[in-house]
T-cell receptor, first 111, second 114 residues
């Protein structure tokens, strides 16, 4: 089983749509969870951390289910500028951080 | 806003040559990392560095690789004898004074080994 698994997509949605991405991770001892965004040929940029209680940042909502080892990201009212690859990222270490990345889910928002 | 910088942005080298990739982490950060991303593939952890020593390294980070913090600002990744399969984007990242703070990534160096 892959350490962090995501549907690669692409997800093609019209502007204004709501889209959801899912991710599963294999190590139940994983410590912290993130969604990063990566534009083509650019560096990953932190979108948001993911907490067990769920958290929201504007149009973005992230959820974590530790029992199912499942992470989700919901984007409401999609904008053209949301087009990017969304990376599910897990820190598997209790000590020094070691981020493990999923392959990413590509989102294309069209007018 | 403080940011991680990397030089060069692109590097082309011949197989067997040594390359040094340079990074300037965010100034008050204490934890430093290198990752790589082969074209079309996922980002992979290479090494983490704290207090002038390696704290963890992956299987990818073999004897051909080394890291160094030669002064108070730079953090370097050296590949001693490059192979074709070392062609990738190399990202430096840094995080702050607490162990589990967010990692911030530099813009990357695209390395092409011919």
């Amino acid at each position: 089983r892959k350490e962090v698994e995501q549907d690669p997509g692409p997800f093609n949605v019209p502007e204004g749509a709501t889209v959801a991405f899912n991710c599963t991770y294999s190590n139940s001892a994983s410590q912290s969870f993130f969604w990063y965004r990566q534009d083509c040929r650019k560096e990953p940029k932190l979108l948001m951390s993911v907490y067990s209680s769920g958290n929201e940042d504007g149009r973005f909502t992230a959820q974590l289910n530790r029992a199912s080892q499942y992470i989700s990201l919901l984007i409401r009212d999609s904008k053209l500028s949301d087009s990017a690859t969304y990376l599910c990222v897990v820190n598997m270490n209790t000590g020094f951080q070691k981020l493990v990345f999923g392959t990413g889910t590509r989102l294309l928002v069209s007018p | 806003e403080p940011e991680v910088t990397q030089t060069p942005s692109h590097q082309v080298t011949q197989m067997g040559q040594e390359v040094i990739l340079r990074c300037v982490p965010i100034s008050n950060h204490l934890y430093f990392y290198w990752y790589r991303q082969i074209l079309g593939q996922k980002v992979e952890f290479l090494v983490s560095f704290y207090n002038n020593e390696i704290s963890e390294k992956s299987e990818i980070f073999d004897d051909q690789f080394s890291v160094e913090r030669p002064d108070g600002s730079n953090f370097t990744l050296k590949i001693r004898s490059t192979k074709l399969e070392d062609s990738a984007m190399y990202f430096c990242a840094s995080s702050g004074r607490k162990l589990k703070e967010t990692q911030y990534f530099g813009p990357g160096t695209r390395l092409l080994v011919l």
